[in-house]
């Protein structure tokens, strides 16, 4: 054991040396001890003033204080059934399948979202499994109207692993029942009209054939006496043929080429 400067390896001089180094270590929690009669303030990473605070007690009076939360980050899932347009975009690009979506056609707009677009789906089912969440944030990039949000809700612990399942549907299962229903019906009065329309639809009435040409018509007859005959064919000319002819030697009269 190191003893303290000029004393020597003796009893009294270990016995100095550990009041000493435990009057350090008593300083240390003295003086923590004075500093946690106040607390830090809940300030949160984004302040600029997050890292000044050196001195106070760390922990806050959870729940009742708690740090603030960034509003980029990533927590619970939250959708806004009056502005979803039932796209199912968000149930396609989750990588881990925790968003189930049932959708009802509906045979007319339903209703107008927040920014405009036009509703014609009911959601008969529309859960968000936060125990298979990997808290990605695709699903709420990819939404057209931006109904679905990741909110600051970072505790929502549960007991069991069901109550983790959220149902945002504005639908009841009965109600579900009925829309469905509804359309059906809509869809076969729909059909049947179509086909109703094509039986009235009258039937073609084909033409009348077009009468003969006037010049087919010999002279001194008249048109019905019987088929017109055939023209007469035309003479064929025969062309003289034009023999190339070679003079002999010493004559002056050309002997045709045979």
């Not at 004393?7 to 004075?34: D, M, Q």
């Not at 109904?147 to 009965?174: I, Q, V």
């Amino acid at each position: 054991m190191k003893t303290l400067k000029g004393a020597n390896n003796t009893y009294f001089g270990n016995l100095a040396e550990g009041i000493k180094s435990s009057w350090l270590g008593l300083k240390v929690s003295l003086r923590h001890l004075f500093e946690a009669r106040r607390s830090r303030k809940p300030v949160g990473i984004a302040s600029p003033d997050y890292f000044a605070q050196q001195t106070g007690i760390v922990t806050l009076k959870y729940p009742y204080e708690a740090l603030p939360v960034p509003d980029n980050g990533r927590y619970r899932l939250h959708n806004e059934m009056e502005d979803c347009i039932v796209c199912d975009k968000c149930a396609e690009v989750c990588p881990v399948d925790c968003i189930e979506i049932e959708a009802v056609k509906s045979p007319g707009e339903i209703r107008k979202t927040s920014d405009g677009h036009s509703v014609r789906l009911y959601a008969a089912k529309f859960d968000i499994d936060m125990a298979k969440c990997c808290f990605c944030g695709l699903c709420t990039t990819v939404c057209p109207t931006e109904c679905l949000t990741m909110t600051k809700t970072y505790d929502f612990s549960e007991l069991a692993l069901d109550h983790l399942n959220y149902h945002f549907s504005d639908l009841s299962p009965e109600e579900a029942v009925t829309k469905r229903k509804a359309y059906e019906d809509f869809q076969a009065a729909k059909l049947a009209a179509k086909e109703a329309a094509k039986a009235e639809k009258p039937a073609a009435v084909p033409l009348p054939a077009p009468p003969p040409p006037t010049d087919a018509v010999p002279p001194g007859s008249t048109p019905g006496d019987g088929p017109a005959p055939e023209p007469a064919a035309k003479p064929v000319v025969k062309r003289p043929v034009i023999r190339p002819t070679i003079k002999k030697p010493g004559s002056d009269q050309p002997t045709p080429d045979a």
